[in-house]
């Protein structure tokens, strides 16, 4: 495993901002480490990338303890923060020079480095202009090259794409999952979509404790399941339905009620029956498929 988070705790005063988190990365599958505003995705983060304390727990990077070893971890991993602080007045290859120094590459390795992340990031003919003339789509790719010059095996990104246009936003994609590739690379979003469209594994957190881990290809399994909804004139109680799954009012009240089914056939004829035997006035049946933003605000509600 590249990365292995166990059991991390974090307080701010009164507040558990992480509650015994705990989840694993590896290599060529893109996590999406997802959860709503204030959940504690850029806490973790921060907690991995050695920027802020832990107050328990662990963090294994590559079999080192990041946690007590900041200093050796660190240059193991990239990372983009989640409001990318960058130098404005500084040119990208100037910047991108800057940063591969910090982790000492010098030279022939350093221009190497810089001539591959130019072009990987298609920065190259960006490179002699002040970042702060850059678009924001622009400005996330130095972000990102400045994350991955000194080619670290684990990346981080905290809510890469936010703010971006729709055409920024499909080629800052396309560049994660190159980079992803051979490494190891978490990326934090509140977004469903985004973890559709480029993870393989899903952690979702919420108000600091992990609600699930799973692969993407199983929440979409789940997603599939099949909902009733049944709305008649008479109020309903969720005890009739009980028995053929998971059972909620809808929007409407108690007038609706909301079914989660395995197997939608016999559901349907249970629904007949139980409307029969009650003498209920039927406004509406329906069937239909739970799709992971329904799922996401399930576990996060
Ligand atoms: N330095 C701090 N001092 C006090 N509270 C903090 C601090 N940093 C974060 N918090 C609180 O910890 C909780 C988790 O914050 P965090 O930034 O990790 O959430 P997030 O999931 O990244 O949210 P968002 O999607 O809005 O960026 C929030 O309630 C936040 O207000």
Request: charged share 25%; with cysteine.
């Amino acid at each position: 495993m590249s990365l292995v988070v166990s059991q991390l705790c974090k307080n701010y005063g009164s507040q558990k901002a992480l509650d015994e988190v705990s989840f694993t990365a590896v290599p060529g599958r893109i996590l999406g480490f997802l959860g709503p505003n204030g959940a504690g995705k850029s806490t973790t983060m921060k907690i991995i990338t050695g920027y802020v304390q832990a107050d328990g727990g662990a963090v294994q990077v590559l079999g080192k303890d990041a946690l007590r070893n900041p200093k050796i971890v660190s240059p193991l991993i990239g990372y983009l923060p989640e409001k990318n602080p960058l130098y404005q007045d500084m040119y990208v290859k100037e910047f991108l020079e800057f940063s591969g120094g910090l982790y000492g590459l010098k030279g022939k390795e350093l221009n190497r480095r810089l001539g591959e992340m130019l072009e990987k990031t298609g920065l190259t003919p960006e490179q002699h202009k002040k970042i702060g003339q850059l678009s924001k789509g622009y400005q996330q790719r130095v972000g990102l090259a400045k994350a991955l010059i000194h080619d670290p095996q684990v990346v981080i990104l905290d809510e890469p794409t936010t703010g971006l246009d729709p055409n920024q936003l499909v080629e800052i994609r396309k560049l994660i999952q190159e980079v992803a590739v051979e490494k190891t690379l978490i990326l934090s979003t509140h977004i469903m979509q985004e973890v559709e469209a480029i993870c393989k594994d899903v952690v979702i957190i919420n108000k600091g404790k992990i609600k699930a881990v799973d692969s993407l290809e199983n929440f979409q399994n789940q997603g599939n399941q099949n909902q009733l909804s049944l709305e008649t004139e008479e109020a309903l109680e969720l005890a009739w339905f009980e028995n053929l799954g998971k059972v909620e009012f809808g929007p409407k009240g108690n007038h609706q009620v909301l079914i989660q089914v395995d197997d939608p056939q016999l559901a349907r004829k249970v629904v007949m029956s139980v409307i029969n035997e009650k003498g209920l006035n039927l406004i509406n049946l329906n069937q239909s498929k739970k799709n992971l933003e329904d799922l996401f605000r399930d576990i996060t509600q």
